[in-house]
């Protein structure tokens, strides 16, 4: 089995605080992070490297930028959230400027785009979760729920709309655009904080409050796999390209990585702190993820398969 502690290792400093956030563009030609320093550092990557210098910096968030993304075609726009925020920021990666602020019900958490990017998925502290049109920057629909809603994510084959809640530990998955009820994922004994979906749309990984993390077959909705070697609860998931590899980071001191096809773990990566985030680029076999704040700096680090 391959170990992901042979693969390459480098790291970057990144931000003057603790990162919270990071997110590979469509193309795997950036990297965003998103810190408690209230910016956002893009950096510059090739097939071989990635820039020790930010490319830019954005800054416009009055406190830390807690959940970023980018556009799933365009490869220069990017939205990010703050949690003592009300409203979406909109930036555009090749003039670093915030081209737009949407204001929105509450203070947001979480935001996952619709596949053509034309509609975004938003929610918020207070349990909102609002649709935007982003082509009219317009709230269209706003849910209000009586129970704690976490990650977003949307499953463009079947048009399901999925998100994490503390309503018995479930995933409920609601038809889009209409927001109807259809089924739910019941795998965890806690809230589900996190949710993930593999590019394919093979799978949906979710992690819980439990410290259990469920890999599920995306279309029948079957709990395939569950996982037990944390002993915190998962607060990132993340599918490799080519939907081999899944990635878990939360407040454990480490990282787990485990091999989708084969059940088996690929190893544990030991990091000085909580790593908060971890994402996989688009393309390649390389896993980023923040690690410890030295010194007032902290850092990104990669794992790149030889």
């Known amino acids: 089995m391959d ?24 193309d795997g030609t950036r ?22 210098k930010s490319e830019a910096e954005l800054r416009g968030h009055t406190d830390a930028v807690m959940y970023l993304r980018w556009h799933p075609s365009n490869p220069d726009r990017l939205a990010s959230t703050s949690s003592q925020e009300k409203c979406i920021r909109f930036w555009d990666a090749r003039t670093s400027k915030n081209t737009a602020t949407l204001t929105t019900p509450g203070h947001n958490l979480y935001l996952a785009w619709t596949h053509d990017g034309n509609e ?5 502290k207070e349990d909102f979760v609002c649709i935007i049109d982003v082509r009219k ?15 977003l994510a949307f499953l463009s084959t079947s ?41 394919a749309e093979k799978y949906i990984a979710t992690g819980g409050a439990d410290a259990v993390a469920c890999l599920w077959d995306a279309k029948d909705f079957i709990c395939l796999r569950s996982y037990y070697a944390m002993d915190f609860p998962p607060r990132a998931l993340a599918f490799s390209y080519d939907s ?11 990282l787990f990585v485990e091999d989708i096809e084969s059940g088996k773990s690929m190893g544990i990566v030991p990091v000085k702190s909580s790593p908060e985030d971890c994402a996989w680029h688009p393309k390649r076999h390389v896993l980023a ?14 794992r790149t398969k030889s």
């Open 159 to 199: 048009r399901l709309f999925l998100q994490a809640t503390g309503n018995g530990g479930e995933v409920e998955v609601q038809q889009y655009p209409d927001m109807k009820r259809v089924g739910g994922l019941k795998g965890h004994t806690a809230a589900v904080l996190s949710l993930a979906v593999d590019p």
């Open 289 to 302: 993820y923040p690690v410890e704040v030295v010194q007032g700096e902290s850092s990104i680090e990669f």
């Open 120 to 124: 975004m998925a938003v929610g918020s």
């Open 31 to 52: 990297l965003a992070t998103g810190s408690q320093d209230q910016t956002i550092k893009l950096w510059k990557t090739d097939d071989q490297n990635i820039s020790s």
């Open 244 to 254: 081999k590899y899944l990635a878990m980071a939360g407040e454990d001191p480490c």
């Open 3 to 26: 170990d992901i502690n042979n693969w390459r290792k480098n790291q970057i400093k990144a931000h003057r605080r603790k990162v919270f956030c990071l997110s590979w563009n469509c």
């Open 137 to 151: 920057m317009k709230v269209i629909q706003k849910h209000s729920y009586r129970y704690q809603v976490n990650e």
